[in-house]
């Protein structure tokens, strides 16, 4: 498990390009036959991913955690963005199809990745500690996808789709889903904000060749990162998380810290940005 350590927003201010993506990206997450995993500052978030080949892969334990097996003191979401594929925990087998969510409690000993007949499967998870047992569930896009919100005229049409949330899967602080885009649209979290009580971490994927250029630092001090397919950016509270791409994507939000209000957002106007 590779640790990430964040720069205070005066360090952020004086990096350069190699230096911010060192601090703020997170790739080559989707190695086939393997389990990564990396551990973060910000809330004690965890973020990784499993791409089960032949033999099922077992969510590992490690010593970061302090803990004698993963989710001893932990909660998981985990989406399957590839292939169909399942996951076993303990004695129970959850068939997970493309873009469906599984939440994994606290206490559960045993959590195995498979792959499915049809294609590769592709498991994101991201992990926050927990202080109390929630029920392992199971939810799928079309029980969740979202009402259309944004505008057209501005490339912001999108849908946000909630998976583990106040109202939805219940956890003790993971709030995690993912936002997908109408054709034209290629602009996300504009208008931007920040949260001051909580990380959030995206993961951008269906990207194909095209790229993200993905916005982050102080509104007033702004910096960018390019992202490509599969990559994940690193949102600390104090920073905003938006971006825009070359063409079509989705990407996988989660958030971990003081509260599970999905509308717990500290707003910046336009006119701040910088």
């Known amino acids: 498990m590779k640790l990430h350590y964040s720069p205070s927003p005066t360090e952020t201010n004086t990096l350069g390009t190699e230096a911010l993506r060192d601090a703020f990206l997170i790739g080559d997450l989707f190695r086939p036959g393997e389990v990564t995993a990396h551990y973060t500052d910000l809330d004690r978030m965890i973020i990784g991913a499993a791409v089960p080949t032949g033999s099922a892969l077992e969510l590992p334990n490690a010593k970061e955690t302090g803990t004698s097996f993963f989710l001893e003191r932990r909660e998981i979401g985990i989406i399957n963005i590839g292939a169909p594929g399942a996951?076993?925990?303990?004695?129970?087998?959850?068939?997970?199809?493309?873009?469906?969510?599984?939440?994994?409690?606290?206490?559960?000993?045993?959590?195995?990745?498979?792959?499915?007949?049809?294609?590769?499967?592709?498991?994101?998870?991201?992990?926050?500690?927990?202080?109390?047992?929630?029920?392992?569930?199971?939810s799928t896009r079309e029980k969740n996808i979202g009402a259309p919100i944004g505008d057209p005229a501005k490339?912001?049409?999108?849908?946000?789709?909630?998976?583990?949330?106040?109202?939805?899967?219940?956890?003790?602080?993971?709030?995690?889903?993912?936002?997908?885009?109408?054709?034209?649209?290629?602009?996300?979290?504009?208008?931007?904000?920040?949260?001051?009580?909580?990380?959030?971490?995206?993961?951008?994927?269906?990207?194909?060749?095209?790229?993200?250029?993905?916005?982050?630092?102080?509104?007033?001090?702004?910096?960018?990162?390019?992202?490509?397919?599969?990559?994940?950016?690193?949102?600390?509270?104090?920073?905003?998380?938006?971006?825009?791409?070359?063409?079509?994507?989705?990407?996988i939000w989660a958030m971990g810290g003081d509260n599970q209000t999905f509308t717990d957002m500290d707003a910046v106007p336009m006119s701040n940005l910088r």
């Not at 912001?156 to 998976?163: D, E, F, P, Q």
């Not at 936002?179 to 290629?186: K, L, M, P, Q, R």
């Open 87 to 138: 996951i076993r925990v303990g004695g129970t087998r959850h068939e997970m199809n493309t873009l469906d969510c599984l939440y994994i409690g606290l206490g559960e000993r045993e959590v195995f990745f498979e792959n499915g007949s049809s294609g590769q499967a592709a498991f994101y998870f991201v992990s926050t500690p927990a202080h109390a047992k929630h029920p392992t569930a199971h």
């Open 155 to 251: 490339a912001n049409r999108r849908r946000i789709n909630k998976y583990i949330h106040a109202d939805g899967i219940k956890s003790c602080q993971l709030v995690m889903g993912f936002t997908e885009f109408e054709s034209g649209s290629v602009w996300n979290t504009m208008p931007t904000h920040t949260h001051s009580r909580r990380t959030e971490i995206y993961l951008y994927f269906d990207l194909g060749s095209d790229i993200v250029v993905h916005l982050l630092g102080e509104p007033q001090r702004t910096r960018h990162i390019i992202v490509r397919d599969r990559e994940a950016a690193l949102s600390p509270s104090w920073s905003i998380h938006s971006g825009v791409g070359t063409g079509s994507y989705r990407f």
